[in-house]
């Protein structure tokens, strides 16, 4: 029942991130030609929105874990982490900042709604009831914040060179290097806050079923039949002499 759940939900936010950002990939190849120069100009720009990069972030680990609700391993730890907090910023930045800033298309409104709002909303419901967790621990946490560096490396680095940034509160040349700097560390403490939040949350929660810590296998569910040598084979299979009988083992818009 919980692995139909999982599914589900994972399955949800997966098919609600295809939406939205289809939806934005639509609206690149159809306006004019005059709104952000050449397709691939359009697309890079599309692409380069931390919105629809955490709403990818989300959706890709999301549509995995639908398919297997206990994937695991270390760089799969840190692109969920990445995913939830990410989608987390993205909500509360958008919310707190830009919402309102732009008029939109009926497609636009849509688009919006998904890539802001629900997706954040169902992609942490299904972090807190299906998991799965604990994930979060330390290195994960850590290597973690690689990846919003490297965005915001890549935003100031490609807007000197173009004179284009994805959002107005970090446009150099609008609002000044300094306060979009001061701007960006806003954000990471965002982030950094946000991280701290949910490995503290994720260790207070029970983990659930078939959860894996710290990336060393399965959560230890260790039994009197899993201790010790070879048992006697008439004898009950928790006897400590040895191997238990194997059919008694644990089954395993706006942007």
Same mark, same amino acid.
Do not use: K, N, Q
């Given at each position: 029942m919980r692995s139909a759940a999982a599914r589900t939900l994972h399955? %949800? #936010? !997966? @098919?609600?991130v295809l939406v939205g950002v289809g939806v934005e990939v639509v609206t690149a190849f159809t306006d004019g030609p005059g709104v952000a120069g050449t397709m691939a100009e359009r697309l890079t720009r599309l692409f380069s929105y931390f919105t629809i990069q955490s709403n990818l972030l989300v959706g890709g680990t999301s549509a995995l874990l639908a398919l297997d609700p206990q994937r695991d391993g270390r760089v799969f730890r @840190? %692109?969920?982490?990445?995913? /939830? %907090?990410?989608?987390? =910023?993205t909500g509360i930045v958008y919310h707190a900042v830009l919402a309102g800033l732009q008029e939109l298309t009926p497609s636009g409104a849509l688009a919006n709604l998904l890539l802001h709002t629900t997706v954040a909303v169902v992609a942490v419901v299904a972090w807190l009831v299906v998991g799965p967790r604990p994930r979060a621990d330390r290195a994960t946490v850590l290597w973690s914040v690689a990846y919003p560096v490297a965005w915001l490396v890549w935003t100031f680095g490609r807007g000197a060179a173009v004179g284009w940034y994805p959002y107005p509160f970090l446009d150099v040349g609008e609002i000044g290097g300094t306060r979009a700097v001061v701007n960006a560390l @806003? #954000?990471? =403490? @965002?982030?950094?806050? /946000? !991280?701290? #939040? =949910? !490995?503290? #949350?994720?260790?207070? %929660? &029970? &983990?659930? &079923?078939g959860a894996v810590r710290d990336g060393s296998g399965p959560v230890d569910r260790v039994g009197p039949a899993d201790r010790g040598g070879a048992a006697d084979p008439d004898g009950p299979a928790g006897d400590r002499g040895g191997a238990a009988d194997p059919d008694g083992s644990v089954d395993a818009g706006a942007r």
């Open positions: 399955g %949800l #936010v !997966a @098919v609600m @840190v %692109l969920r982490l990445d995913g /939830l %907090l990410c989608i987390g =910023v @806003v #954000v990471a =403490v @965002v982030f950094l806050l /946000l !991280a701290g #939040v =949910v !490995a503290f #949350v994720e260790h207070r %929660l &029970p &983990p659930t &079923p």
